[in-house]
């Protein structure tokens, strides 16, 4: 029986809450142009055993090419910002528990989320080593919002509203997971950490590429930026291109990255909701996710599918 306590429209208030999906802040969005290069529980038993050495060398040779990861992420220590993030995510679960908002375990949604995201994980070390290590974690939030976020460290929480208003197939949500999935896997937290340090001048810039530069940031200080960071249109287009072949390599169809975002577009009704802020999902993100579909569409065909389906929640009363 799912908890009664739970209020899925509570739209809690939760001062923690990361920016979230498709945010970014790019000061040109307002034109449609091309970017710049191409728990309440732990959420346990995800990391399956040999998920890595199942990739095929076939494979392996498949898939989207972002390049390598950006040498500012060196700036800032990787173990205290997922330390940050797991800190910055507990909290904002107690605050969305104390005002009942916080699905529980036997919530349809959750247990949805948590198999979409079982089937994924496994895949996301060949992204990120660290992520053989992290404690992942996946949360449902009862909010009206069109959100959803994966924090360093594997911390993930869908909002209710992206589900239920968006009417979400499985390989859509896998889309948005594998998006946000992306995000941390790529480090780009730690980045823009990184350049925002080495544009304030905070230590000098060439001893620390070089791992000479002092590394000891706080943790509070480091959850403090977590809160206020946006992502760059370079940020999202390459977390959109990393997420679908997340996503295809898990059995789920890459061509949703379409579908989904038409769906966004239409909820926006010309006037970007807060999901897309000043990253209005227009025709350029589109086109970007069809020239990529070819490089993705073998590592679906091939991939084991899942074997049990979910429905969205039933549409909102009007």
Known sequence: MVDADFLPDADPQLPGAPAGFGRCDCRRCGADHAPAHPARRLFTGLLAAGGVSALTPAWAQEGVDVGKQSRFTK????????????????????????????????????????AIAQRIIPFAATWNPRAQQWRWEVNLIGSRELNAFCMPGGKIAFYFGILQQLQLSDDEVAMIM??????????????RMG??????????????????????????????????????????????????????????????????????????????????????????????????????????????????????????KS
């Open 75 to 114: 700036l800032v220590s990787a173990e205290q910002v997922e330390a940050a993030a797991q800190q910055q995510y507990a909290q904002m679960m107690r605050q969305a528990q104390a005002q009942k908002a916080l699905a529980p375990a036997n919530h349809p949604q959750v247990l949805r989320l948590r």
């Open 195 to 316: 350049k925002n340090m080495a544009t304030n001048g905070a230590i000098e810039i060439g001893a620390a590429l070089l791992g000479l530069g002092n590394m000891g940031r706080g943790i509070a200080n480091i959850g403090g930026q977590l809160l206020s960071l946006t992502f760059s249109r370079e940020d999202e287009s390459e977390a959109d291109l990393v997420g679908m072949e997340l996503a295809a390599r898990a059995g789920y169809n890459p061509q949703a990255g379409v579908t989904l975002w038409q769906k966004m577009g239409q909820a926006s009704k010309g006037a970007p909701p807060q999901f897309l802020s000043t990253h209005p999902a227009g025709p350029t993100r589109i086109r970007d996710i069809e020239r990529t579909l070819p490089r993705v569409q073998g590592l679906y065909a091939r991939a084991p599918k899942p074997e049990q389906r979910f429905q969205p929640p039933a549409p909102a």
């Open 178 to 191: 594998g998006h946000e999935m992306a995000h941390a896997l790529r480090e780009h937290a730690r980045e």
